[in-house]
């Protein structure tokens, strides 16, 4: 989102998005994806690149292929599937490879002291933030994987006030309004048209912005 939401900005008129799944499974911001789309990134879902063409050493296209959707693979996201001979261009001039950060949680604590997935994060509990080492806690990127910085700051926050639990009392024990807070959340979904999920709450806030076609002339 970034990167086609700054090229845009930095003056391309014609931005477009390939993404090998579909948008469903898109794990950007909500929010990032309407405000794109609003801003006129071109987006191509269950598509995926194949190869760069150059003439005279210059990128002309990217060559890419159709993807179907077939069983879920690891992450619980249906795993896409090359469709044969649905090859087709997409016109280029600029190609930015976009694919994400990774984890390296094994380059800061060893493998055979705590607990580390298969997609290099610590795994923690949701609610304490504590691992498989009673003394080691953690939160943020290296235990979700790349995110919001407000998620962040959250895990930081409910993370000290277990650390101070734990350093002053040996234990680390939710409360009650800990266990509400954690299924409050997990009732959030963005939609314009979603209800709010009981009476009497209350709307949340969005900060203004600058029409779409005005955002896009600057960073401001």
Same mark, same amino acid.
């Given at each position: 989102?970034?990167?086609?939401?700054?090229?845009?900005?930095?003056?391309?008129?014609?931005?477009?998005?390939?993404?090998?799944?579909?948008?469903?499974?898109?794990?950007?911001?909500?929010?990032?994806?309407?405000?794109?789309?609003?801003? !006129?990134?071109?987006?191509?879902?269950?598509? +995926?690149? #194949?190869?760069?063409?150059?003439?005279? /050493? &210059?990128?002309?296209?990217?060559?890419?292929?159709?993807?179907?959707?077939?069983?879920?693979?690891?992450?619980?996201?249906?795993?896409?599937?090359?469709?044969?001979?649905?090859?087709?261009?997409?016109?280029?001039?600029?190609?930015?490879?976009?694919?994400?950060?990774?984890?390296?949680?094994?380059?800061?604590?060893?493998?055979?002291?705590?607990?580390?997935?298969?997609?290099?994060?610590?795994?923690?509990?949701?609610?304490?933030?504590?691992?498989?080492?009673?003394?080691?806690?953690? !939160?943020?990127?290296?235990?979700?994987?790349? +995110?919001? #910085?407000?998620?962040?700051?959250?895990? /930081? &926050?409910?993370?000290?006030?277990?650390?101070?639990?734990?350093?002053?009392?040996?234990?680390?024990?939710?409360?009650?309004?800990?266990?509400?807070?954690?299924?409050?959340?997990?009732?959030?979904?963005?939609?314009?048209?979603?209800?709010?999920?009981?009476?009497?709450?209350?709307?949340?806030?969005?900060?203004?912005?600058?029409?779409?076609?005005?955002?896009?002339?600057?960073?401001?």
């Amino acid at each position: 989102m970034d990167c086609v939401r700054s090229a845009l900005r930095s003056g391309f008129t014609d931005v477009n998005l390939i993404y090998r799944r579909t948008r469903a499974e898109m794990p950007a911001d909500p929010v990032e994806i309407m405000e794109a789309e609003e801003e !006129g990134v071109q987006f191509h879902f269950l598509v +995926a690149p #194949l190869k760069i063409v150059a003439e005279n /050493g &210059k990128v002309t296209g990217l060559e890419c292929h159709r993807m179907e959707l077939g069983e879920p693979d690891a992450s619980g996201r249906r795993r896409p599937v090359v469709i044969e001979g649905s090859n087709f261009i997409i016109e280029s001039d600029a190609i930015v490879p976009a694919i994400g950060q990774v984890c390296v949680v094994d380059r800061v604590l060893p493998p055979e002291e705590v607990e580390i997935s298969r997609w290099k994060t610590l795994p923690a509990d949701e609610i304490t933030k504590t691992t498989n080492q009673p003394y080691i806690f953690g !939160g943020g990127d290296c235990v979700t994987g790349p +995110a919001t #910085l407000i998620a962040a700051l959250a895990d /930081g &926050k409910n993370a000290a006030r277990f650390i101070d639990q734990f350093l002053t009392t040996g234990q680390t024990v939710p409360e009650n309004t800990d266990y509400l807070e954690k299924l409050i959340g997990q009732m959030g979904v963005f939609s314009k048209k979603k209800k709010m999920p009981y009476q009497d709450s209350t709307q949340k806030l969005h900060p203004p912005v600058m029409e779409p076609q005005e955002r896009i002339k600057s960073f401001v």
